[in-house]
């Protein structure tokens, strides 16, 4: 007997058509509820695919991502071998599920906020807030976005200061739960979130900071998919726990590879303990000088502090890419910036910077492959012609240049000395 079709929805509501030949329809298949052919084969209709031939599909059983497959589509459905698919052993069940505060700080966004927010209030966990940091409005867009919702679970917080870090912060202070997860505007979560974001919290008794998987949810533009390629916030599917008691071995220039963490599109915090290691550092991220480096700054402080991060595969939260050359130039410059100004900021504490030369004198080699690989990055990938300048990993790179000069820019800035915009 032939299981019935099911019908799966894009990670992300559909913007606009694809524009690029390789485009790619993006989805989750849950194995729990799938009905598998007697083949092994998993068959569904992917719903909004009509101008794709190609899906990337992320294979999951219960709360546990398996792998991520790349599947023909033909005819508007999707066909997957699941036969060899590999059930994970870990038991599923939490041992707790804490109340939590759910952060999301904004400008001037309301559409892709009211996506955000849809996503988040349909999550599959018992006890959540919601708080919408308003930064620096121009408009009462955001108000009327927060309006839209039940009082009761979202709540607005106006931070007229402009800066994601300042926003972080006034996040964490209005926060009425220990727990504290941050995600982004351009984003759409995973039912499961908070509670992958729980489990990695009950991994080690150390755990301060947990960080989840970022695919991305939409792939139609050449310029997403050269992002994609670019980051690495989905690369490993594996759980893992961090910390400066246990260097991993795999991991030579530890703690250093902070990239390697996840981004601030999906963490979370212990707040007290946060608030207590001095927040966010409002001299870093979107709206400073140097445009970024305030999550890998922050992973860094946890992780020099002598607290644990665990990477959780398990959150999930789907971003959306920016999706033309500009907004792809823009960014790889903040990147570069961002990257700079944190380390700059590394080079002048004096612990920090005994630190790196411990790690760089016991890895040499391993810090000049480092370097290597991250030059690499100043060629685009030659499969996306001309839809990709062949030098936008050549600004992200120079743009490390003008870190120094970012982050005295963005200390300024705290001080009421220069003015900087957000993103």
């Known amino acids: 007997m032939t299981p019935p079709i099911t019908v799966i929805d894009p990670a992300m509501p559909p913007q606009a058509h694809p524009t690029w030949p390789g485009a790619r329809w993006i989805g989750m298949l849950d194995l729990d509820r799938a009905q598998p052919h007697p083949d092994g084969d998993v068959e569904f209709v992917a719903r909004h695919a009509q101008h794709y031939r190609h899906a990337r599909v992320l294979v999951r059983h219960r709360l546990r991502p398996i792998a991520f497959v790349e599947v023909p589509i033909v005819d508007g459905r999707v066909r997957v071998n699941v036969s060899a698919a590999t059930r994970p052993d870990e038991p599923e069940q939490l041992r707790a599920v804490p109340p939590m505060s759910v952060v999301v700080c904004t400008r001037d966004r309301p559409d892709q906020l009211a ?88 991994r080690a008794p150390t755990v301060s900071c947990v960080s989840g998987i970022v695919p991305s949810g939409e792939l139609r533009t050449a310029a997403q998919a050269y992002f994609d390629q670019r980051v690495s916030w ?5 759980p893992r726990v961090f910390s400066m008691a246990e ?50 700054d922050l992973f860094f402080r946890v992780l020099t502090a002598g607290d644990a991060l665990v990477t959780e595969p398990s959150a999930i939260v789907w971003h959306r890419h920016r999706s033309d050359t500009e907004a792809l130039l823009a960014q790889a410059r903040g990147y570069g910036l961002g990257l700079g100004a944190w380390l700059t900021k590394v080079a002048l504490d004096r612990s920090h910077r005994r630190l790196a030369a411990e790690v760089i004198r016991r890895q040499f080699r391993s810090s000049l492959r480092a370097g290597v690989e991250y030059g690499a990055i100043m060629t685009s990938p030659t499969d996306f012609g001309e839809d990709v300048p062949s030098w936008v990993g050549r600004r992200e790179v120079l743009a490390v ?19 900087a915009g957000h993103r």
């Not at 989905?234 to 594996?238: A, D, I, Q, Y």
């Open 115 to 202: 996506d955000a927010l849809e996503s988040i209030l349909s999550l599959d966990y018992p006890d959540y807030e919601v708080v919408v940091v308003d930064n620096a409005a121009r408009t009462d867009a955001t108000a009327r976005v927060v309006g839209r919702f039940d009082a009761a679970r979202v709540r607005r917080v106006a931070e007229p200061v402009a800066g994601l870090s300042t926003a972080r912060n006034a996040g964490l202070r209005a926060a009425r739960h220990e727990m504290v997860a941050f995600t982004d505007d351009d984003v759409v979560v995973d039912r499961h979130w908070l509670r992958g974001i729980a489990r990695g919290f009950g």
């Open 234 to 238: 989905s690369g490993s599917l594996r």
């Open 247 to 296: 260097p991993p071995a795999d991991r030579p220039l530890f703690p250093f590879q902070v990239g390697r963490f996840g981004t601030g599109a999906n963490f979370a915090v212990r707040r007290d303990r946060v608030l207590e290691l001095g927040g966010f550092d409002e001299a870093l991220g979107a709206g400073t000088a140097a445009q970024g480096g305030e999550d890998l």
């Open 401 to 419: 240049l003008g870190g120094p000069r970012a982050l005295w820019l963005g200390r300024r800035q705290r001080t009421g000395g220069v003015s």
